[in-house]
């Protein structure tokens, strides 16, 4: 009964935190209100997957299983392992980010913080779904206040390119929908998803739903030709927590990939995968030159997350299941990392819009911000040496014993990356200092900056023992 409560308040919480939000008034004083439930709220279930950790400790290969009959004759099932609860907490840690960055912004809408809690807690359900029909309902779910989140963070010139993207994921709900039903008419009942290998089906039929599922997980992290709406839509968002949203949704593909995709699938689909490693590893050479060709901060930082983005994708198509919870750390690092950059850059091009100068030398008068900066910015491209750094080098590794063209052109991506992000750092914190009126440029406060050191003491310690904290 314990372990029932814990698995539906982490994906209840956030639920009843939004429609708190949304019950609360528009008005300016009420603001603070509607941020600081938010903030709770994640705070909360962040405890709540700290106790799911521990129940697990022990036995880390054991999962929670609960069930929920929905019907007589449907049933429901949740569950978590270790997997599931780390891509869940950083989730939390990195939306908790998110908020932090705009709280300074009094104008944001109540209904920005309503839809991401609705957004974190449909995110919390799919990491936590364990059969096909309820992980579907989140899969497709999840679309809805992801899109309402990107239409609040971008312009009106940009509304098309939004259509765009939304095309390529209900594409992808519509696949994964035609495979669901062709499951469920085929055996007649819900499927447990670690179950679904086991499930005979003729060999046109398996085509069918191996082939659609397949391009739905694979329209969820957008690769060639469909990568380039997608980065045009990230260069536009201003706001550090649709970002982040926006940065989440790939990840829940790759997820999805690592968890439920099978070894024992017709040739055919097999057959494509190393295809698709192949486009996704070319893919992020385009992103990464594309990334140190730009001068913006913020399409230097979209296109560094777009790189890893792939290579976690491509290195899940490698033959072997070793490498799965190094994949798993890697994410949960990248998670903090890039959500911790994404909110320090918001912070810049907040201050310096308020003059109207750009961001060319601004951390000289930001000391705080630019020692927080070049942390993460070195924490990601793998300095100081840190489990980001660590299970990075074993994927890579893994890259070069399939094939040492792969690796090379991994490493090369990784590396231009890198240099792009140095790049930055240097524009970002030049010598010759010129900005107007230094003393009115603001900080980032304190109790931020201590936050940001507190994640990056996270990963530093995180190299003797993954996730030392909770196990």
């Given at each position: 009964?314990?372990?029932?409560?814990?698995?539906?308040?982490?994906?209840?919480?956030?639920?009843?935190?939004?429609?708190?939000?949304?019950?609360?008034?528009?008005?300016?004083?009420?603001?603070?209100?509607?941020?600081?439930?938010s903030l709770l709220t994640l705070a909360?279930?962040?405890?709540?997957?700290?106790?799911?950790?521990?129940?697990?400790?022990?036995?880390?290969?054991?999962?929670?299983?609960?069930?929920?009959?929905?019907?007589?004759?449907?049933?429901?099932?949740?569950?978590?392992?270790?997997?599931?609860?780390?891509?869940?907490?950083?989730?939390?840690?990195?939306?908790?980010?998110?908020?932090?960055?705009?709280?300074?912004?009094?104008?944001?809408?109540?209904?920005?913080?309503?839809?991401?809690?609705?957004?974190?807690?449909?995110?919390?359900?799919?990491?936590?779904?364990?059969?096909?029909?309820?992980?579907?309902?989140?899969?497709?779910?999840?679309?809805?206040?992801?899109?309402?989140?990107?239409?609040?963070?971008?312009?009106?010139?940009?509304?098309?390119?939004?259509?765009?993207?939304?095309?390529?994921?209900?594409?992808?709900?519509?696949?994964?929908?035609?495979?669901?039903?062709?499951?469920?008419?085929?055996?007649?009942?819900?499927?447990?998803?670690?179950?679904?290998?086991?499930?005979?089906?003729?060999?046109?039929?398996?085509?069918?739903?191996?082939?659609?599922?397949?391009?739905?997980?694979?329209?969820?992290?957008?690769?060639?030709?469909?990568?380039?709406?997608?980065?045009?839509?990230?260069?536009?968002?201003?706001?550090?927590?649709?970002?982040?949203?926006?940065?989440?949704?790939?990840?829940?593909?790759?997820?999805?990939?690592?968890?439920?995709?099978?070894?024992?699938?017709?040739?055919?689909?097999?057959?494509?995968?190393?295809?698709?490693?192949?486009?996704?590893?070319?893919?992020?050479?385009?992103?990464?030159?594309?990334?140190?060709?730009?001068?913006?901060?913020?399409?230097?930082?979209?296109?560094?997350?777009?790189?890893?983005?792939?290579?976690?994708?491509?290195?899940?198509?490698?033959?072997?299941?070793a490498i799965s919870f190094n994949i798993?750390?890697?994410?949960?690092?990248?998670?903090?990392?890039?959500?911790?950059?994404?909110?320090?850059?918001?912070h810049m091009l907040t201050e310096s819009?308020?003059?109207?100068?750009?961001?060319?030398?601004?951390?000289?008068?930001?000391?705080?911000?630019?020692?927080?900066?070049?942390?993460?910015?070195?924490?990601?491209?793998?300095?100081?040496?840190?489990?980001?750094?660590?299970?990075?080098?074993?994927?890579?590794?893994?890259?070069?014993?399939?094939?040492?063209?792969?690796?090379?052109?991994?490493?090369?991506?990784?590396?231009?990356?890198?240099?792009?992000?140095?790049?930055?750092?240097?524009?970002?914190?030049?010598?010759?200092?010129?900005?107007?009126?230094?003393?009115?440029?603001?900080?980032?406060?304190?109790?931020?900056?201590?936050?940001?050191?507190?994640?990056?003491?996270?990963?530093?310690?995180?190299?003797?023992?993954?996730?030392?904290?909770?196990?």
């Amino acid at each position: 009964m314990a372990d029932f409560f814990l698995i539906w308040f982490l994906i209840v919480l956030p639920l009843i935190g939004s429609l708190f939000v949304l019950s609360a008034k528009d008005d300016a004083p009420f603001y603070q209100n509607t941020l600081n439930v938010s903030l709770l709220t994640l705070a909360v279930n962040v405890c709540l997957v700290l106790i799911a950790f521990s129940k697990l400790s022990l036995i880390p290969s054991h999962e929670i299983i609960v069930t929920w009959t929905f019907l007589p004759s449907l049933n429901l099932s949740f569950g978590a392992d270790v997997m599931s609860l780390i891509f869940i907490l950083g989730l939390q840690i990195s939306i908790l980010i998110g908020i932090l960055g705009i709280k300074a912004e009094q104008t944001s809408s109540k209904n920005l913080l309503f839809h991401t809690l609705l957004y974190t807690s449909i995110l919390n359900g799919y990491f936590l779904a364990r059969d096909i029909l309820s992980f579907y309902v989140c899969f497709a779910g999840m679309l809805w206040p992801f899109y309402m989140l990107t239409l609040a963070g971008i312009s009106d010139v940009k509304y098309k390119i939004l259509e765009r993207v939304m095309m390529h994921y209900f594409l992808s709900a519509a696949l994964f929908l035609a495979s669901l039903m062709m499951i469920v008419s085929l055996t007649q009942n819900n499927v447990l998803i670690f179950n679904l290998p086991e499930v005979i089906f003729s060999h046109k039929k398996s085509m069918i739903v191996w082939g659609a599922l397949f391009m739905a997980l694979v329209l969820r992290v957008p690769v060639w030709p469909f990568h380039h709406a997608i980065i045009t839509l990230s260069n536009s968002l201003k706001n550090p927590l649709v970002f982040i949203a926006l940065h989440i949704l790939p990840l829940s593909g790759i997820y999805a990939f690592m968890r439920f995709w099978p070894l024992d699938i017709p040739y055919e689909i097999e057959v494509l995968s190393p295809l698709f490693q192949g486009l996704c590893i070319l893919t992020m050479i385009f992103a990464a030159f594309g990334g140190y060709a730009h001068s913006g901060a913020g399409q230097k930082l979209y296109h560094y997350i777009f790189v890893y983005d792939l290579l976690y994708l491509s290195a899940v198509f490698l033959p072997t299941d070793a490498i799965s919870f190094n994949i798993t750390y890697s994410i949960f690092s990248f998670m903090l990392i890039s959500s911790g950059l994404v909110m320090l850059q918001a912070h810049m091009l907040t201050e310096s819009s308020k003059f109207n100068i750009g961001v060319k030398g601004i951390l000289c008068y930001m000391p705080r911000t630019s020692l927080a900066y070049a942390l993460f910015v070195l924490a990601a491209i793998g300095l100081p040496i840190s489990a980001f750094f660590s299970n990075n080098f074993i994927i890579v590794s893994q890259m070069f014993d399939f094939g040492l063209y792969i690796g090379t052109l991994v490493v090369t991506s990784m590396t231009i990356a890198a240099v792009s992000m140095l790049e930055n750092l240097y524009t970002l914190r030049v010598e010759n200092c010129i900005l107007p009126q230094p003393d009115t440029i603001k900080d980032i406060t304190p109790s931020k900056f201590a936050i940001l050191v507190a994640l990056m003491m996270i990963l530093l310690f995180s190299l003797i023992k993954p996730l030392w904290f909770v196990l």
